[in-house]
Each structure stands twice: as structure tokens, then as C-alpha cells.
């Protein structure tokens, strides 16, 4: 048996299409090792979203590059977005790797490899039918499943390279899904997520998310659901109606808003305005009572002022926040908005960011603080890693939290907590 590494970078839908690359070669002759030293296959699967992402995995590609030397027979890879975006560079920039291969092409990967020292080769075609849905991963053990039920893009958001590297958007048939999320139950896992790109915009055969999460809610062994990321213009009046219905949809949301000025949301052609998004946290806050709510953040986009920047912050004081993953723009070469002058420097854009981090930090402790002396439902995890005889688990609303072990807890355990002190990203609890 040949032996394959594969490191992971970027967003949960990177992590769960390793798994997907782990099962398609675990059945086609390839073992698993967490040694890029002794592998016959090095694979990295790589993010493309911003430059930085890009930066950091050329430099790692150096490191394995050298480790590989003396090696002739060890293939050298790269998988995911990146590989799409940047193949002609790479293969230039970097002639000791072997194979590179784009998001719609690990089904033939184990053909491709074929033998050790192999012809090095790239196929970054995009299949706008490939979903995988008949492709078992093997996943991580633990509580919490993670479920790719869409695959691609179509919205073209003008910053965003996704749709270029992901291509267009598909969806899995609602019966493969299920089969995924009934084996998940009977494997142990107690929680589901959802993934997908515009994940909302779910659709295949007349089931639409809404239904999905419906039908899902009905699964036996399944205690939470919760899916990732939604597109707010996808959030139909059916799907709020669906999650306000279904007791397992847990009551938070990643919700990206990108910017809270009008004019930097038309300019991103993000397909709706300010005023349209918070009657949508309106409308969620009524059928999701309590429910918890993060975004994501773009600073310094072209065009914008300190005037749009500062109804960036005022939005995301009005929404509350729970919590926010914050970026500073960056130009990707073949996006609308890469033909546009950047027009904030890199170094006020570091100020913006600096200072909607600051809020935010401000608020999610804020937020977590008025729970101290409160009960929250944990779904333990297993042991926390910075404390020694604590045990970790996330909450309904996906706070991290950490708790004593002892009592006979273990992991996929649900267990009602204290919490006695909160900072702005963990809950500390006593049981
Ligand atoms: N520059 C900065 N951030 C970006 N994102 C997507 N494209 C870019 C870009 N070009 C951010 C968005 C998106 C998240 C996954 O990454 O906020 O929601
Ligand atoms: Fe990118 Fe916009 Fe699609 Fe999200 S919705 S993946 S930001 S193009």
C-alpha cells in the first residue's frame, strides 16, 4: 500500500473534501499517514480567498519541496482552489511539483497518481455535474459531522474568486445526504453541519433547504443541526419558517454582511442593502428566539470611504454580533473588482482593521459576559487542550466552552453548565 499526507488549508469546506480525498484513496490502494516524511503522497489541499492564503502555502511548498529531495519517487501535489487559480504560475514558480489537480477532479486522482514516480500532471477542469455525492469520506472521529451538500457558487460577488475556482453551483441528491446523515448518527456523531458555499440556496429535484432542514430534523440520533455559510439573499421567508420549526436547527447563524455601507454593498454586488439585511436579522430574531449571529467582514474595498467604514462598525454594533472573522480586502486576480484601483492603502486598511476587531472583541465579551450565572446545554467534545482535566464542548449557540471533567463525562455527551466566568471567545463553567 502507497501512503498519502494531506494538509489542509482554508475554509470547512477545504477540511471536508480532505476527508472525501482520504476516502476516494482509502479505497484505491492508499493509507493515511500523518508523516509527510514517509509518505509516497504529499498533497496539500489549498485556499485561494485571499493572497495572504496563497503566500503561506508557496512558502510551505519550499519546506516540502526540500524534504522531498532524495526522494524521486515521492509526488509532490497541490489540491483545491488554489490549484485552479494559480496552476500556470505554479508550475513555473515551482517545477518539483508533481501533480496538480482542481476541486471537480479527485474522482480521477487515484488513476492519475498511478505509479510511484509517476508522469507529473494537471487537470483543473471544472465539471458543473461533479458533486461526489456517491463518494464516501472518511472522516475525523468526534461528535460533529460535517456535510458538503452543495458544491460552486453562482453569486459572483465582485471581491471573490470562488465561483472562478469553484465553478457553478450544484447540490446533492436529498437521499445521498440523508444516507450521510444516518450513518453519521449511527457512527456516534451527534451533530450535523451542513456545508456549502451559498448553502441556503440548496435545491435538487423539487427539495429545497427548507425541506432539507425539515426532513433532516426527523433523523433519529441527530441532536443539532447547524449549516454553513448562508447567503442572506437566499434566506427565503420558507427557510426562517423551517428553522423557527425545527427544534434541532440550534439557534445561531453565520450570516456574512460584508460591509454595512449601501454603496460598498452595491459595488460588491452582493444583491442587498443594508436596510434588506437587518430586517432579515429581524425576521430571524422573531422565529429563532435568543438566536446568535457572526459574519464575516470586508475592510478597505475599492472606493471605500471612512465615512462607508464607519457604517461597517455602526451595523455591526446594531446587529450584536456574537461573533466576526474580519478581513482586509485583497485584489484576486480575474474578479470584477481586480480591475478596479484600490484606492485605501494597506496600511489604513491594517487601521480599519485593527479597529473592527477592537469592537468586536468589545462586544462578543460583552455578549458572553451577561451569561455568567446562566445554564447553557454543552455538547462535549473531549479534553480541553490548554487545561489540563477540563473537557471542551460547544454550546447551542457555538460558544466554545470549557468544563471540569469528572462525573463520568465523555465525549458526545449533552450536559447542562454553570457558566462562571466568560471572555470574549470561551465560556468557562462549572459543572
Ligand atoms: N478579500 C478579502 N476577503 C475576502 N473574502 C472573500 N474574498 C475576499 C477578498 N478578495 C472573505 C469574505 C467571505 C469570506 C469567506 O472571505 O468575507 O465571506
Ligand atoms: Fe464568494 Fe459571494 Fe459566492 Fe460567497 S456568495 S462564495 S462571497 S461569490
Known sequence: MRSVYIETYGCQMNIADTELLFGHLGRNGYQRTADPQSADVILLNTCAIREHAEERIIGRLGDLVRMKNGRPDVQLGIAGCMAQHVRDKLMDRLPFVDFVVGPDAYRRLPELLGEPGGDPFVDVRLDKAETYADIAPRREAGVRGWITIMRGCDKFCTFCIVPFVRGRERSLPATAIFDQVRQLAA?????????????????????????????????????????????????????????????????????????????????????????????????????????????????????????????????????????????????????????????????????????????????????????????????????????????????????????????????????????????????????
Not at 456516534?188 to 440556496?201: D, F, K, P, S
Not at 461573533?323 to 491594517?350: I, L
Not at 454543552?378 to 471533567?405: I, M, N, Q, S, Y
Request: hydrophobic share 40%; net charge negative.
Open 187 to 431: 457512527d456516534g456523531y451527534r451533530e450535523v453541519v451542513y456545508l456549502g458555499q451559498t448553502v441556503n440556496a440548496y435545491r435538487h429535484d423539487g427539495v429545497d433547504f427548507a425541506e432539507l432542514l425539515r426532513r433532516t430534523n426527523s433523523i433519529d440520533g441527530i441532536e443539532r443541526i447547524r449549516f454553513t455559510s448562508p447567503h442572506p439573499s437566499d434566506m427565503s421567508a420558507a427557510v426562517i419558517e423551517a428553522m423557527g420549526q425545527c427544534d434541532k436547527v440550534c439557534p445561531q447563524l453565520h450570516l456574512p454582511v460584508q460591509s454595512g455601507s449601501n454603496r460598498v454593498l452595491a459595488s460588491m454586488e452582493r444583491g442587498y442593502s443594508v436596510e434588506q439585511y437587518v430586517d432579515l436579522v429581524d425576521r430571524l430574531r422573531k422565529a429563532k428566539p435568543g438566536i446568535a449571529l457572526s459574519t464575516d467582514i470586508i475592510v478597505g474595498f475599492p472606493g471605500e470611504e471612512e465615512s462607508d467604514f464607519e457604517a461597517t462598525l455602526s451595523l455591526m454594533r446594531q446587529v450584536g454580533y456574537d461573533s466576526a472573522f474580519m478581513f482586509k480586502y485583497s485584489q484576486r486576480e480575474g474578479t470584477k473588482a481586480a480591475k478596479w484601483d484600490e484606492t485605501v492603502g494597506d496600511e489604513e486598511k491594517s487601521r480599519r482593521l485593527q479597529a473592527v476587531i477592537a469592537q468586536q472583541e468589545e462586544q462578543s465579551a460583552a455578549i458572553n459576559r451577561k451569561l455568567i450565572g446562566s445554564t447553557v446545554e454543552v455538547l462535549v467534545e473531549g479534553p480541553a487542550r490548554r487545561r489540563d482535566g477540563w473537557l471542551v464542548g460547544k454550546t447551542l449557540h457555538f460558544k466554545t466552552a470549557v468544563l471540569p471533567a469528572g462525573g463520568g463525562i465523555a465525549p458526545g455527551a449533552v450536559v447542562d453548565v454553570r457558566v462562571s466566568e466568560a471572555t470574549a471567545h470561551t465560556l468557562v463553567a462549572s459543572a
